[in-house]
């Protein structure tokens, strides 16, 4: 065994610290060559991870900066901005319309119906629904026009336009259609919307078009009173007559409905706001459907036989001063004025302004009598010719001299022996013309009737002291003055009332949504003349008709006491403003003894057949008076009549 150990391992021990070059020791307070425990040269290099709190702070810096931003612009839209938001919200969602009121009805005296609305549409579209956004084609408005056109009556353009409406929701195609017209539209909407489901090739180009309910203004009686009545215009509002007078009763106050939708239909299920519509109210017209149609086709037959331009027949209660009638010729439908001739539209009844001629004598006569100056049995001598002025007067017949009363002046309708018997109202031309004036005044001519309607005329009468040479001569026979029927009616009125004005009235009163009624007020009344004046001129108006040698014998009416007056004027063209043609004319009343009811009849231009009132207007008042008194009952009084003398024995 050998006593020789193993070699030990050799272990490195402290390394060495290296010399500075030279090779010597670094002396004392020399900085060492490295630190101690750095590392050793030629070692490898240890790469370690850098501090990570500065990455951090920067993140978090950015994180605050971001929800600050999102914090700041949150506080605006929910805070700062947050109405506007809301109301652009709700104005892309909710949509607002009109809730049109029921427009109430006109009825006669006895309830029967004049006017009334019916269901109807107001045809829509949502134009926000037409574009190539929302339908995926660029012609949509154009494809759905095509459509749409041919239904409502219009252009296809025009409905395109429409339907490229721009900044709204809402746009009104068509006002107040029928049912069948919607109906139609929706059978298209179906049937188009239907194919757009099974064929991705077709285009619901009809979404957006909607119907509002509404109604449409219906005159089941065509052109019955359409003068009185008037119409509704486009908008829904009265165009004329009584539609127009009393649009605030009858039109009521809208309502407004405020709903979410989609898709152009409306969102059950979401919240609403409505305010109700309040009906119109009901008016109840003094007229009498049956005696209207009476006048009505009375006038128009002779109108249109005697080839005239255009005729009124006026019936008024003496008593109340309520029309119960009121025709015009030619006349329109309400229900179709695309079709009516516009010179017919109003009521040329009221609106007309045209010389009376010698049914105004009556209102020369009343002031002779009032004043005291003559009575019926008074003598008048006429001549042929009567010379005034700068004028030679003469009456519508050639004659030889006449010795006629007073009575028989008028019975005959002589204008000479008129201009005689008014000249003695006054010791001079000037003052007689202002009496005349003055009772022409109280009998209302040139002053409103007192209806209020719509475009009536006051007529034309010059104060006495603007009177020309001839005007102080012709308007005690009827020329040189202007009115209009109503009033020339009035007048006959206020003589058959016993010399009380009476304002005429159309309206008996309304009704409310509620059914509550409400009478017109009164009518205003006035004494014209006294109590006896007014029974003397009825009996000398009876002389016009009864007599023999009267005017008016075409107006008789077997059982009856009638009072009447004939009138032939020369008419002014209002075309050239010139005397052309005549106004025929006829007023009276009956019974004459106990008055009921007043006719005034009046034709323009009579071209074919006779122009005198008596001849044309004469049958009309007999056959209109006569249907009056069967209708309201009004019996005979079986008294004879007075029968003046007519003239005299010189």
């Known amino acids: 065994m050998s006593d020789r150990q193993p070699p030990r391992r050799r272990v490195p021990g402290p390394a060495r610290p290296v010399r500075p070059s030279g090779g010597r020791r670094p002396g004392p307070g020399a900085r060492p060559a490295r630190r101690p425990g750095g590392p050793r040269p030629n070692a490898p290099r240890v790469i370690r991870l850098g501090s990570p709190r500065p990455r951090l702070r920067l993140v978090s810096l950015a994180l605050t900066l971001v929800m600050v931003a999102f914090v700041v612009r949150l506080l605006q ?23 049109a009121a029921e427009r109430g009805g006109i009825t006669d005296r006895n309830g029967v119906t004049l006017a009334s609305s019916v269901d109807a549409y107001d045809i829509t579209a949502d134009p926000t629904l037409f574009t190539a956004k929302a339908t995926k084609v660029a012609d949509a408005p154009e494809q759905a026009a095509a459509l749409l056109a041919p239904i ?35 059978d298209l909407k179906n049937t188009l919307a239907a194919k757009a489901e099974t064929d991705p ?66 969102v059950p299920t979401a919240g609403s706001t409505e305010t109700p519509a309040v009906a119109g109210s009901d008016v109840e017209l003094t007229i009498d459907r049956d005696i209207q149609w009476a006048a009505q ?63 105004a004598k009556v209102m020369s006569m009343a002031a002779v009598l009032e004043e005291n100056v003559a009575t019926p049995a008074t003598h008048v001598v006429v001549p042929n010719r009567l010379h005034r002025g700068d004028r030679l007067f003469q009456d519508d017949i050639d004659h030889a001299t006449w010795n006629l009363t007073l009575n028989g002046v008028l019975a005959k309708s002589s204008n000479i022996g008129t201009i005689l018997a008014t ?19 109280k009998f209302g001519i040139g002053s409103a009737t007192g209806l209020g309607f719509p ?115 020369n008419r002014v063209d209002p075309a050239t403003g010139k005397y052309h043609g005549y106004t025929s004319s006829f007023a009276g009343f009956a019974p004459a003894d106990k008055p009921r009811i007043t006719v005034y009849c009046a034709i323009q231009n ?41 003239s005299f024995d010189p």
């Open 152 to 186: 409502l009556g219009q252009s296809v353009d025009s409905v395109a336009g429409k339907l490229r409406t721009e900044n709204t929701r809402y746009t009104l195609l068509a006002h107040r259609q029928t049912p069948q017209v919607w109906n139609q539209i929706k």
């Open 201 to 266: 090739g077709t285009a619901d180009v009809l979404g957006g078009v909607l119907a509002v309910p509404a109604s449409k203004r219906v005159y089941p009686n065509g052109d019955l009173a359409a003068g009185i009545l008037g119409w509704v215009n486009a908008d829904g509002k009265g165009g004329g007559g009584i539609e127009q007078q009393l649009n605030k009763q009858l039109a009521g106050t809208d309502g407004k409905i405020r709903y979410a939708q989609s898709g152009g239909r409306q």
């Open 297 to 359: 086709n009375a006038i128009t037959e002779q109108v249109e036989k005697s080839k005239a331009d255009r005729g009124y027949v006026i019936v008024q209660d003496t008593q109340t001063g309520e029309i119960l009638a009121m025709a015009n010729a030619p006349g329109f439908d309400p229900n179709d004025l695309s079709s009516a001739d516009s010179d017919a539209l109003g009521n040329a009844a009221l609106q007309d302004a045209f010389e009376p001629g010698s049914t």
């Open 606 to 646: 009579a071209t074919e057949g006779s122009y005198f009132g008596g001849q044309i207007c004469g049958p009309i008042y007999k056959d209109v008076m006569e249907f009056a008194l069967k209708t309201l009952q009004v019996p005979p009084t079986g008294a004879e009549a007075a029968r003046l003398p007519v």
């Open 77 to 99: 839209v929910q805070a700062v901005d947050a109405g506007a938001y809301t109301a652009k919200a709700e104005q892309n969602r909710y949509v607002g319309r009109t809730l």
């Open 455 to 569: 475009g009536e005329t006051n007529g034309i009468l010059a104060p006495a002291g603007d009177w020309s040479t001839s005007q102080q001569y012709t308007i005690p026979f009827g020329q040189g003055v202007s009115i209009n029927a109503m009033q020339a009616a009035s007048v006959y009125s206020t003589i058959a009332n016993g010399g009380v004005r009476v304002e005429p009235t159309l309206v008996r009163g309304t009704k409310d949504a509620d059914g509550r009624f409400t009478p017109a007020a009164k009518a205003k009344k006035t004494r014209v003349v006294s109590e006896k004046t007014a029974k003397t001129l009825a009996q000398m108006l009876e002389s016009v008709v009864d007599d023999e040698e009267g005017t008016g014998t075409k107006a008789r009416i077997p059982g009856y006491r009638v009072a009447g007056k004939t009138g032939t004027a």
């Open 423 to 441: 000249g003695q109202l006054g010791k001079t031309q000037q003052e007689a013309n202002q009496v005349l004036y003055s009772y022409l005044r």
